[in-house]
């Protein structure tokens, strides 16, 4: 899962590169609030439909009961991907063209289809065939993008249409329910328990994929130069990185979390070692690159991402982080952080806000980054008061801040600066496709006892037919 969550980031990122070159400026605006707009939708998607099926699926004590809640999430990926898809397709029309709105709404209606295969296969724990797909989706998708773009000529349409066409590949093992009646079909839509967990878990994600999509839709609606604007969201788009790897840890982590509610400490502290041992190197190697250095990578109407990466780091980390917390409130069906979310939702939008009044997109990113950070600490608080200080145990906090130390030493020579970025990206990819290989020791925090022994996120009991063994893989550990 590591190595697909991995490509997939890398493939991404690479085609939002190579969009800044194929697209102009007012073209590439409008494709990035609009990408984030589907992130967002996608993001409120992945919990209100897939993390409700693999959450059943674990709970489940009878094949009918797993059967149900199939049934419930087809139906609610369908009538929610309408609304949402409708909901954005309006939104878009403010700042692109109806076609362009038509297609993202489109799209927006297969990834939500596709979410219920997720789900499916996150629950079973198949993370094997979920990473096949999720690189099948991503190759699939850059590929089309790309040739609407430079065959066709679709432009910013053609890149994003080519979500809903990559998100096709998640329908190829969408799961089939056995034959029902309409009876047992409205019994499923009428379960008034999925509805409240998918509601609560709805909600809390809308909030977080809010935080990483508003500045960028939001520069793309204020009036100012396109090309500044252009500028914050590709630096926006290159910072979501500590979005994502959260994303996908939560991914990894969310059932196990949701299973095991007496380990849920120790396994949090893991999630977060993970996270730390990827974002902060990455977030030191965007914050630090010399301008010298971007100006190889980017355009030249992209020059102010040198001034901008600097603040949209920042809030990307605190983005993840925010991402990585909610994750462990929902997997234990803990939703009291949706308020303070909400206050912390409202910081951001302020700090981004009155930044655009002091000093327009300059402003608008040093404010938000001020505003993430601050939303960042108030969950930090709603962690440590909920999991005590052993959630963040051992997280390898001054080994990054030494690699960022080096990397601002190096800033005004570039080609030294670019080798050690390189070897610290390498060391921090290294550490989070070997998770285990990291903390082979207890936290000096963690609890003692049976309970202290570090598990490992792939959990697996093997009773014999006598029900008198059973076996637990942990970490080395066989018992």
Not at 26 to 44: C, E, G, K, R, V
Not at 94 to 114: D, H, Q
Not at 297 to 322: E, M, R
């Amino acid at each position: 899962m590591a190595l697909a969550i991995v490509s997939v980031g890398l493939s991404n990122y690479g085609y939002a590169l190579l969009l800044t070159h194929l697209l102009d400026v007012t073209a590439y605006s409008a494709f990035a609030a609009s990408q984030s707009l589907i992130l967002w939708a996608l993001n409120s998607a992945t919990a209100s439909v897939p993390l409700i099926l693999a959450q059943a699926i674990v709970r489940s004590t009878t094949e009918d009961e797993r059967n149900s809640a199939l049934r419930f999430v087809k139906l609610a990926s369908v009538g929610i991907g309408l609304v949402a898809a409708a909901i954005v397709g309006a939104i878009v029309t403010r700042f692109g063209s109806p076609a362009t709105a038509l297609i993202v709404a489109l799209s927006i209606f297969v990834l939500f289809l596709g979410t219920t295969t997720t789900g499916w296969l996150q629950g079973l724990q198949r993370i094997r065939s979920l990473s096949i797909l999720y690189i099948a989706e991503n190759v699939l998708k850059n590929g089309t993008g790309i040739l609407l773009v430079t065959v066709a000529g679709l432009g910013a349409t053609g890149a994003l249409g080519a979500f809903g066409i990559g998100a096709l590949a998640m329908l190829l093992r969408w799961p089939r329910t056995p034959r029902a009646t309409a009876r047992m079909w409205w019994s499923a839509l009428a379960n008034r328990d999925l509805w409240r967990r998918a509601a609560a878990m709805g909600g809390a994600q809308g909030l977080v994929s809010v935080f990483a999509a508003i500045d960028v839709v939001l520069v793309a609606i204020l009036p100012g130069d396109r090309t500044l604007a252009a500028s914050y969201q590709v630096s926006a788009t290159v910072s979501r990185i500590p979005l994502y790897i959260a994303s996908s840890v939560g991914v990894a982590f969310f059932p196990v979390l949701a299973r095991r509610a007496a380990d849920r400490t120790l396994i949090a502290a893991q999630a977060l070692r993970m996270y730390a041992a990827a974002a902060l190197p990455v977030a030191a190697v965007l914050a630090t690159a010399p301008p010298s250095v971007l100006a190889l990578v980017f355009p030249s109407q992209y020059g102010a991402v040198a001034t901008l990466l600097k603040f949209t780091t920042v809030t990307g980390l605190a983005v993840g982080g925010i991402t990585m917390v909610t994750a462990f409130f929902q997997a234990a069906d803990e939703y009291s952080c949706q308020w303070w979310l909400g206050a912390g939702l409202a910081a951001f939008v302020a700090g981004l806000l009155a930044g655009w009044r002091i000093d327009g997109i300059t402003g608008l990113a040093a404010g938000g980054a001020l505003g993430a950070m601050t939303a960042a600490a108030v969950m930090g608080y709603l962690l440590l008061r909920r999991y005590g200080h052993r959630a963040i145990a051992r997280i390898p906090l001054l080994e990054s801040l030494a690699a960022a130390a080096v990397l601002v030493a190096l800033r005004p020579l570039p080609r030294l600066w670019l080798a050690v970025a390189c070897a610290v990206g390498l060391h921090a990819t290294m550490r989070f496709l070997r998770p285990g290989a990291r903390h082979r020791r207890e936290p000096r925090l963690a609890m003692p006892s049976r309970a202290s022994t570090k598990c490992d996120i792939s959990l697996n009991a093997d009773k014999s037919p006598r029900g008198k063994h059973r076996t637990v893989r942990r970490m080395g550990v066989t018992r």
